[in-house]
């Protein structure tokens, strides 16, 4: 089992970003220890009782929907590989149910408010300047945080950056006004922090680069200097991003393709529309929604 587990994520390490490759590690790890409390320790063995109990077990230990529906798409996509190498049959655990998600996404930031606090005057200072090229890059294009921890100095082209978003599909997102300015001053300061031989965008007081925690961290830190009285991550910045677009654009596609989403599901789930706003603009642009009162004859 470990062995087929290493192999699989070798493999997987080909195409996939490290972080990707982590969890997967991390899940399947799990998976094979709990085999290992059933005496299963051959690949081959793998079945749907198996995946099943190992999923029982993981929800009574306390683990959240979301997290059993990663364990199962980890285990999932493990047991393809095994078929595809013959070493199983078929995929036992596509008959085992995903369990069902919450409903619940976090609120997008009111855009006035995000305004106030992208907008806030820092000391100029690198480190400042690169934490606002972040922070401008976050909401200009709606990057996941290991995208954005992920980013080299070759992934910005001109008003576009490059990204590898999840399963290693790339995608070119725009760069807004105020994230390209934001970076052009981060970019004249950066050799403060590091040495022409490091590729990453964003480095840390060291001169390397700047992991997921530690931007997570500088976020928080800003959110409170800042004065935002909500709290702020990576993942709230995207989801404002996608909100504020949708609610200006109402083209479900494009956010679609701009946050990187594969089924156009995801974007409706992930994105909250103002119907408010929708209702105003179909009144206002649809030749048949104003209806002319019939004369009397």
Same mark, same amino acid.
């Given at each position: 089992?470990?062995?087929?587990?290493?192999?699989?994520?070798?493999?997987?390490?080909?195409?996939?970003?490290?972080?990707?490759?982590?969890?997967?590690?991390?899940?399947?790890?799990?998976?094979?220890?709990?085999?290992?409390?059933?005496?299963?320790?051959?690949?081959?063995?793998?079945?749907?009782?198996?995946?099943?109990?190992?999923?029982?077990?993981?929800?009574?230990?306390?683990?959240?929907?979301?997290?059993?529906?990663?364990?199962?798409?980890?285990?999932?996509?493990?047991?393809?590989?095994?078929?595809?190498?013959?070493?199983?049959?078929?995929?036992?655990?596509?008959?085992?149910?995903?369990?069902?998600?919450?409903?619940?996404?976090?609120?997008?930031?009111?855009?006035?408010?995000?305004?106030?606090?992208?907008?806030?005057?820092?000391?100029?200072?690198?480190?400042?300047?690169?934490?606002?090229?972040?922070?401008?890059?976050?909401?200009?294009?709606?990057?996941?945080?290991?995208?954005?921890?992920?980013?080299?100095?070759?992934?910005? &082209?001109?008003?576009? *950056? #490059?990204?590898?978003?999840?399963? +290693?599909?790339?995608?070119?997102?725009? =760069? %807004? $006004? /105020?994230?390209?300015?934001?970076?052009? &001053?981060?970019?004249? *300061? #950066?050799?403060?922090?590091?040495? +022409?031989?490091?590729?990453?965008?964003? =480095? %840390? $007081? /060291?001169?390397?680069?700047?992991?997921?925690?530690?931007?997570?961290? #500088?976020?928080?830190?800003?959110?409170?200097?800042?004065?935002?009285?909500?709290?702020?991550?990576?993942?709230?910045?995207?989801?404002?991003?996608?909100?504020?677009?949708?609610?200006?654009?109402?083209?479900?596609?494009?956010?679609?393709?701009?946050?990187?989403?594969?089924?156009?599901?995801?974007?409706?789930?992930?994105?909250?529309?103002?119907?408010?706003?929708?209702?105003?603009?179909?009144?206002?642009?649809?030749?048949?929604?104003?209806?002319?009162?019939?004369?009397?004859?």
């Amino acid at each position: 089992m470990w062995e087929a587990i290493d192999a699989y994520l070798g493999r997987l390490a080909e195409r996939a970003s490290p972080a990707t490759v982590a969890g997967y590690r991390q899940d399947l790890t799990a998976f094979a220890r709990f085999a290992e409390t059933r005496d299963v320790v051959l690949a081959e063995r793998l079945d749907a009782p198996l995946a099943r109990a190992f999923l029982g077990a993981e929800r009574s230990r306390g683990l959240s929907p979301r997290s059993l529906a990663r364990r199962r798409a980890a285990l999932s996509r493990f047991a393809d590989a095994l078929v595809s190498q013959g070493q199983l049959a078929d995929n036992p655990v596509r008959l085992v149910r995903t369990p069902k998600q919450p409903g619940h996404l976090p609120r997008p930031l009111d855009v006035d408010s995000l305004a106030r606090f992208l907008d806030t005057p820092h000391d100029d200072s690198p480190l400042a300047c690169r934490d606002q090229a972040m922070l401008e890059l976050f909401y200009s294009s709606g990057l996941r945080l290991a995208e954005l921890a992920a980013l080299d100095l070759t992934s910005l &082209q001109g008003g576009y *950056v #490059r990204v590898v978003g999840k399963g +290693g599909k790339p995608r070119q997102v725009p =760069v %807004g $006004r /105020r994230a390209r300015a934001a970076l052009t &001053q981060w970019l004249a *300061v #950066r050799g403060c922090l590091t040495a +022409g031989a490091e590729p990453a965008l964003f =480095v %840390g $007081r /060291r001169g390397a680069r700047l992991g997921h925690r530690a931007i997570q961290k #500088r976020l928080a830190h800003l959110c409170v200097e800042r004065g935002l009285a909500e709290h702020l991550h990576p993942h709230r910045l995207r989801h404002s991003f996608a909100s504020h677009l949708l609610e200006s654009s109402q083209d479900l596609r494009a956010v679609q393709e701009l946050l990187g989403h594969a089924n156009l599901s995801t974007t409706q789930v992930y994105t909250r529309l103002d119907w408010q706003h929708l209702a105003t603009s179909y009144d206002a642009a649809h030749p048949r929604a104003k209806r002319r009162p019939r004369s009397d004859s």
